[in-house]
T-cell receptor, first 109, second 113 residues
Framework: QKEVEQDPGPLSVPEGAIVSLNCTYS??????FMWYRQYSRKGPELLMY????GNKEDGRFTAQVDKSSKYISLFIRDSQPSDSATYLC?????????FGQGTTLQVKP | KAGVTQTPRYLIKTRGQQVTLSCSPI?????VSWYQQTPGQGLQFLFE???????NKGNFPGRFSGRQFSNSRSEMNVSTLELGDSALYLC????????????FGQGTRLTVV
């Protein structure tokens, strides 16, 4: 079993839709949860990070962690074509990032 | 503030050769981590250097090695290249103080033929 599981998609939505991206993880000791966005031919860019449980909001993006079910979510409101990218969940543990496989998102105008 | 710089951006090497990749972290950052990204395995941690010392290591064979210089710049070396080493190699820099914010470079695309 992988430490972090993420559905690779692809996920295609119309512009303006609410997007939900999800990951599950296996180790209850994990505390730092990140979401990265990666455009084609670019390195990953940190979107948000959350420590322990709860929600964190930044503009159109909301990150949510449910430690009881070992579930991480990223919600994108009012999605735009410029949000089309691969979204990677990651967990920082013992000094290294453990990534999910990444979900490819396409937002159609 | 300049970002993380990786050179070269693209490389084509022959099986059996060796290769060296370079990473210049954000000014003031003392930690440099290296990751390999492939379509099949995704992003996988190679190793981390902090203040010229390897602080963390992933599950890669000994053909993969690295080092960090006193100015925090880092190099990664892969010897005896195999076709399966073809990947995007990414470098990330952080302040290294249990820092949660790691900033990635654009990567070096290595193709082994």
């Amino acid at each position: 079993q992988k430490e972090v599981e993420q559905d690779p998609g692809p996920l295609s939505v119309p512009e303006g839709a609410i997007v939900s991206l999800n990951c599950t993880y296996s180790n209850s000791a994990f505390q730092y949860f990140m979401w990265y966005r990666q455009y084609s031919r670019k390195g990953p860019e940190l979107l948000m990070y959350t420590y322990s449980s709860g929600n964190k909001e930044d503009g159109r993006f909301t990150a949510q962690v449910d430690k009881s079910s070992k579930y991480i979510s990223l919600f994108i409101r009012d999605s735009q074509p410029s949000d089309s990218a691969t979204y990677l969940c990651a967990i920082l543990f013992t000094g290294k990032l453990i990534f999910g496989q990444g979900t490819t998102l396409q937002v159609k105008p | 503030k300049a970002g993380v710089t990786q050179t070269p951006r693209y490389l084509i090497k022959t099986r059996g050769q060796q290769v060296t990749l370079s990473c210049s972290p954000i000014s003031g950052h003392r930690s440099v981590s290296w990751y390999q990204q492939t379509p099949g395995q995704g992003l996988q941690f190679l190793f981390e250097y902090f203040s010229e010392t390897q602080r963390n290591k992933g599950n890669f064979p000994g053909r993969f090695s690295g080092r960090q210089f006193s100015n925090s710049r880092s190099e990664m070396n892969v010897s005896t290249l195999e076709l399966g080493d073809s990947a995007l190699y990414l470098c990330a820099s952080s302040n290294g103080q249990g820092g949660t914010e790691a900033f990635f470079g654009q990567g070096t695309r290595l193709t082994v033929v």
